[in-house]
Each structure stands twice: as C-alpha cells, then as structure tokens.
T-cell receptor, first 113, second 115 residues
C-alpha cells in the first residue's frame, strides 16, 4: 500500500459526459501528479500540483482540468468524454524536495461507452 | 526521439533464476533520475528502485539492482532469484531536472516467471 488513495476504482460512463476523479496524497506529501495509461499512448504525464498551485503541465487535453485543495487532495475533471478517453488514470504523490520518488495510487479505471 | 526505450516487450524467466530488463534513455540534462516501477495484473504501480545521475554506486533494493552505465545511457533492472510473484509489467522512467519532477515512461516489459 503506497498510502495514496484514489476514488472511484472503476467508472463507466457515456460519451459527452463529465466525471471527477479524486486523489488523496500520502501524509505529508505536497505534490500530486496525474498520469494517464492507455493502450495506444502508454503512460503519460498530465499535470502536477504542488501545495495547491499548478506546477507543470504535460499532454493534458483542454477538456481535462485539475485542482488541488487546501487539504492537499486533488481532483481531475474530465469533460465531454470521448471513447478514446478510456484509460487507467493514476495519481501519484511525492514529498517537498525536488526529485523525490513518486508513489502511485491504485488508479481509476475509466470506461467511456 | 524516444526518451526511454525498453526493447523487450515480453520475457520469460525460470523461477529462481536472475533476469535483466533493459532500459536505455536519452537526455542532455546532466541531472536526472531513473526509476523502475512494477505493475502487476491488478494494475497498481509499485516503486522498485531509483538511481540518480550523480550516484557513484549502482542502486540495490533487496532482490532488485540497477545496472547503471552512464556512458551508454542504460539503466537495466536486474531481478535475482525470480519468484512467481515477479510476473508483471515493468516500467523504466526518467525524471529530468530541467523538466520539473514529471516522469517519462518507457513502453514497458512484460515479465513472465515460469515455475
């Protein structure tokens, strides 16, 4: 158990819908990262938050957004869902020092029908 | 160019034998870190081992060791005394100091341990 929690574990929804994925980092970790794992794209970095502020952005679509709240939990919002958004979405967290190891949550498996 | 390359899509190893999973990387950043993660069929990503670009010695963690050859830009994972529970996908990842703390992953290697 990495100490990172993600809810829900599974999500099935329809095209055009909007969903919210939730992540709680390990105790004491200030950084939260979101990654997408799909069959065709592999594992890709989406976005990072550090202590409530956006720190880095990767290949995140405009239809996707994220935020980190004062209690450090984070939410990834996916809207206008398409079939191609079906993937495993991971949240990871790391400590306050640059370069610290990222520990991953169990992931949320999203299926868009 | 691919930043992380894992050339072995799948590998078999006999139980109790050692196995090496290959990883080559491409960066011009002098400060970087290399990570290996394991992803069992249940889907979670489990951190295994880390090697920093300035580390003088190869990293070891229990049955895992990292064969770090900086000049060749390779960071191969060695698993000694393979166990059935080692059957999983293994991902090599890199963090570059100039790119923040984001991880760039390779395509992974599926390891299957035969009894």
């Amino acid at each position: 158990d990495s100490g990172v929690t993600q809810t829900p574990k599974h999500l099935i929804t329809a095209t055009g819908q909007r969903v919210t994925l939730r992540c709680s980092p390990r105790s004491g970790d200030l950084s939260v990262y979101w990654y997408q794992q799909s069959l065709d794209q592999g594992l890709q970095f989406l976005i990072q938050y550090y202590n409530g502020e956006e720190r880095a952005k990767g290949n995140i679509l405009e239809r996707f957004s994220a935020q980190q709240f004062p209690d450090l939990h984070s939410e990834l919002n996916l809207s206008s869902l398409e079939l191609g958004d079906s993937a495993l979405y991971f949240c990871a967290s790391s400590g306050r020092r640059v370069g610290e190891t990222q520990y991953f949550g169990p992931g949320t498996r999203l299926l868009v029908l | 160019a691919q930043k992380i390359t894992q050339t072995q899509p799948g590998m078999f190893v006999q139980e109790k034998e050692a196995v090496t999973l290959d990883c080559t990387y491409d960066t011009s950043d002098p400060s970087y870190g290399l990570f290996w993660y394991k992803q069992p069929s249940s889907g979670e990503m489990i951190f295994l081992i880390y090697q920093g670009s300035y580390d003088q010695q190869n990293a070891t963690e229990g049955r895992y060791s990292l064969n770090f050859q900086k000049a060749r830009k390779s960071a191969n994972l060695v698993i000694s005394a393979s166990q059935l529970g080692d059957s999983a996908m293994y991902f090599c990842a890199m963090r570059e100091a100039n790119a923040g703390n984001m991880l760039t992953f390779g395509g992974g290697t599926r390891l299957m341990v035969k009894p």
